[in-house]
């Protein structure tokens, strides 16, 4: 149960995220919380994956705005 709860206080979006707005979500099944690896969008009360626009068929407890990917210099 401290994973999951960790895990969703990472994705601290409240409510739906603004029309439009490429977003990280967090989704949980039977076997447990994880990210899904691309993109998704929240249009019409449904989730969609931002790229392909077909739903996302998951169980979407959380979401984020993406955050910044940075390459480490050696």
Request: net charge neutral; glycine share 6%; aromatic share 10%.
């Given at each position: 149960m401290?994973?999951?709860d960790r895990r969703l206080a990472e994705f601290d979006g409240a409510g739906e995220p603004p029309p439009g707005?490429?977003?990280?979500?967090?989704c949980e099944d039977h076997s447990g919380t994880?990210?899904?690896?691309?993109?998704?969008?929240?249009i019409e009360g449904r989730w969609q994956n931002h790229?392909?626009?077909v739903a996302v068929?998951?169980?979407?407890i959380g979401w984020r705005v993406p955050r910044m990917k940075?390459?480490?210099?050696a």
């Open positions: 401290a994973t999951r707005l490429a977003v990280e979500v967090l994880y990210q899904l690896p691309f993109a998704c969008r929240y790229a392909a626009g068929e998951a169980t979407v940075h390459s480490g210099v």
